[in-house]
């Protein structure tokens, strides 16, 4: 696989997470996502979560089985957030390391290709995601914007590398044929 396509999302959305809608999960037959915590679902400096997420999860977990898998070192933070949303997590995963998500794959009894990584990131998320031929979705992070955050530093050079390497990063571009994972497809 090239760089350019380990890294190329299959869906890029213009929103945060809570823009993932259901026809969108009905549109690419996703029974199961893998989720990202940190600035995908809660702000890096929050440990709670918004009621538009607990009304966004609970619409979710009707069409799809749902795990947090987060880099994240705190498990009383993850796992106060997980206990929020009622989802199951693994803290401590290190993607793009597969391990937690073959763990989390295996718990929901789904195949990968059923599944979608959704995260904010490109070099972690995405790049995992796509290391098992889970569908992957790239969103934009939940930040607080009263706050200097040093990730998005890392974040802008994981973008320019990406673009470098010819990954386009266009909201609405997604590259995901049942048939054919690479076709280039504007949605």
Avoid: C
């Avoid at 696989?1 to 259901?22: F, K, T, W």
């Avoid at 070192?73 to 199951?88: G, K, N, V, W, Y």
């Avoid at 597969?98 to 790049?127: C, H, I, W, Y």
């Amino acid at each position: 696989m090239s760089a350019r396509a380990i890294l190329q999302p299959d869906l890029i959305l213009e929103g945060p997470v809570v823009s993932l809608s259901p026809e969108i999960i009905d549109r690419y037959q996703l029974q199961g996502l893998i989720l990202d915590v940190d600035e995908t679902l809660v702000p890096l400096s929050e440990k709670d979560v918004s009621e538009e997420l607990i009304l966004w999860v609970e619409t979710i977990r009707e069409l799809a089985s749902l795990w947090l898998v987060s880099n994240n070192l705190s498990e009383s933070r993850i796992s106060r957030i997980a206990q929020s949303l009622d989802i199951p997590y693994f803290v401590r995963a290190r993607k793009p390391s597969r391990r937690k998500l073959r763990q989390a794959l295996e718990a929901m009894n789904l195949p990968a290709s059923q599944v979608a990584m959704v995260g904010d990131r490109l070099f972690t998320d995405v790049l995992a995601g796509n290391r098992l031929g889970m569908f992957t979705i790239l969103v934009e992070p939940m930040v607080d914007p009263t706050k200097a955050n040093p990730s998005y530093h890392l974040r802008n050079l994981e973008v320019w590398i990406s673009q470098a390497l010819g990954v386009s990063l266009a909201a609405g571009q997604q590259k995901f044929t049942k048939s054919n994972k690479s076709q280039d497809i504007e949605i």
